[in-house]
Nanobody, 121 residues
Framework: QVQLVESGGGLVQAGDSLRLSCAAS????????MGWFRRTPGKEREFVAY????????NYADSVKGRFTISRDNAKNTVYLQMNSLKPEDTAVYYC??????????????WGQGTQVTVSS
């Protein structure tokens, strides 16, 4: 029902910024909570950021609080992740996900293909 395509990843140096985009197709985009996750080889996928259906509520992993900002534009069916002050430990494949309700991404129903973010020292 929802297809998600991430973009905006790339190779940057520590301290740089990137903005990831997640473009959604399908119906009822505004009905879903959305989130960003990331994964590196040998590690479990970890939660990065959450935003509820309207954009009025957000949550972040402690490791990115104060540096990353999640936002959404329901009119454009797009979710963003603004990443500032990037660190080498932020290097990962970043995935966009749609939750099972307007208020939760505990059990995501839809995933994007991922976009690589590499941060060099």
């Amino acid at each position: 029902q929802v297809q998600l395509v991430e973009s905006g990843g790339g190779l940057v140096q520590a301290g740089d910024s990137l903005r990831l985009s997640c473009a959604a197709s399908g119906r009822s985009f505004s009905s879903y909570a959305m989130g960003w996750f990331r994964r590196t080889p040998g590690k479990e996928r970890e939660f990065v950021a959450y935003i509820n259906w309207s954009g009025g509520s957000t949550n972040y992993a402690d490791s990115v609080k104060g540096r990353f900002t999640i936002s959404r534009d329901n009119a454009k069916n797009t979710v963003y992740l603004q990443m500032n002050s990037l660190k080498p430990e932020d290097t990962a494949v970043y995935y966009c996900a749609a939750g099972s309700s307007p208020y939760s991404i505990s059990n995501p129903h839809y995933w994007g293909q991922g976009t690589q973010v590499t941060v060099s020292s």
